[in-house]
């Protein structure tokens, strides 16, 4: 039986507490929905057990094909044991389409396929609206090693190999997607999440997105669509 113990943080999705083990947390998906750095937010019903089970199922994948993450088990619908760690302060993004920000950023045109993937460093900090950064920011205010930063990358690479193929084979393409990384005993780890909260997963077929976009964008139907990619991924929830 698993104890829930303090509440260590309550972020905009997600509430960790202690329990009774020191290096493990609990975690909760709520059904708080968020978007524009915290400007936007909304409760969705069902979202947080949804996620609960999806990430549950792609960390699962991951970890059985050779990237270690912290996930340990589900222990409710909405709540699942992670192991603690120290989380970088810097998201990781890659992107195989170019839509969203950096079309703004960059003024580069919406549905633009990158031969390479490309990968970016955000600073997490919700008052400055999560900034663009480099490896050189991340050196000089040491938020990470040199070796950190390359595992990061290697890491996030491998996962949107492994990810593009299992999402392609049911007919969705994973357009980008953003994960976070802790350390736990000199190990680089992926942490946080993976979601359709923090991912644009478009139809092959049609390019309706099936993410928060539909929550962004106020098209409706936004947990039905996280549902429908839970169905193809053959996630029961
Ligand atoms: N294994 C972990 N150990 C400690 N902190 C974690 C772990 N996994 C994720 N976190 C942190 O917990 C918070 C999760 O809640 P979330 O609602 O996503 O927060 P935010 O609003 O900061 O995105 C994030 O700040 C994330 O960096
Ligand atoms: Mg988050």
């Known amino acids: 039986m698993i104890e829930k113990g303090n509440l260590i943080s309550e972020g905009k999705a997600k509430s960790l507490y202690e329990t009774q083990n020191q290096n ?7 059904d708080d929905t968020s978007a524009f750095d915290g400007k936007k937010k909304e409760a969705l019903k069902g979202k947080g057990e949804i996620n609960n089970k999806f990430n549950a199922h792609i960390m699962q994948y991951l970890d059985k094909n050779g990237i270690r993450t912290h996930h340990i088990e589900n222990v409710t619908d909405t709540e699942s044991l992670v192991h603690r760690l120290d989380m970088l302060p810097v998201e990781c993004v890659v992107r195989n ?27 997490k900090d919700d008052d400055l609206g999560d900034p663009l950064i480099n490896d050189n920011h991340i050196i000089a205010f040491n938020w ?3 070796e950190e930063i390359a595992i990061m990358k290697e890491k996030t690479l491998i996962i949107n190999k492994l990810l593009c193929k299992i999402f392609s084979d049911v007919g969705l393409i994973l357009v980008d997607y953003k994960v976070e990384f802790g350390r736990k005993d000199g190990q680089i780890i992926l942490g946080d999440e993976f979601t359709p909260d923090g991912c644009r997963i478009w139809d092959k077929e049609t390019g309706e997105s099936l993410d928060k976009d539909r929550f962004r964008k106020d098209l409706g139907d936004v947990v039905e669509s996280y549902q429908i990619v839970a169905h193809k991924l053959g996630i029961s929830i």
């Open 24 to 30: 493990e947390l609990l975690m909760v998906y709520r």
């Open 97 to 123: 389409i170019a839509t969203g920000s950096i079309c703004r950023r960059l003024g580069v045109e919406q549905g633009l396929k990158f031969e390479n993937p490309l990968f970016e460093f955000f600073l």
């Open 144 to 146: 990470g090693t040199e």
